[in-house]
């Protein structure tokens, strides 16, 4: 299989502290890219199809009109119809995610410390 032709999973990573799961991606066949900040996600997701997007739920006190900038990467996939969204989250945000979930079609939520069983089988 070419790269070209593999899936692509998107892993934004901003604040990070878990293990790297790119391993669990490659071995469900997916041409993995990482980016470190919701600007370079935004600019990736406007240029290519993304079969899975793997995210951050961080919540942000410093924004007035949004709980994170995980509502304008989101924002970024309503273009792709078949992207898959996997969001990581601590538990004691779970309220706050509300306004992203409802908003936002999310195929799984999982929560810290992550369950690589969960995570392989969310990516599946």
Excluded: C, W
């Excluded at 469900?28 to 899975?52: C, E, G, M, W």
């Excluded at 994170?68 to 601590?90: R, W």
């Amino acid at each position: 299989m070419t790269v070209q032709s593999k899936k692509i999973l998107l892993a934004v990573i901003e604040q990070g502290g878990y293990p790297d799961f790119s391993y669990l991606y490659e071995e469900a066949s997916y041409q993995v890219v990482t980016v470190k900040s919701p600007r370079k996600a935004i600019s990736f997701l406007k240029k290519n199809a993304v079969d899975v997007l793997v995210a951050e739920f961080n919540f942000q006190t410093d924004f007035r009109d949004r709980t994170s900038s995980l509502e304008s990467i989101m924002a970024s996939t309503q273009h792709q119809q078949a992207i898959k969204v996997i969001i990581f989250i601590d538990q004691t945000n779970s309220e706050r995610f509300k306004r992203v979930s409802s908003r936002f079609e999310i195929h799984q939520t999982l929560s810290f410390p992550i369950d690589e069983t969960q995570l392989r089988h969310a990516v599946n």
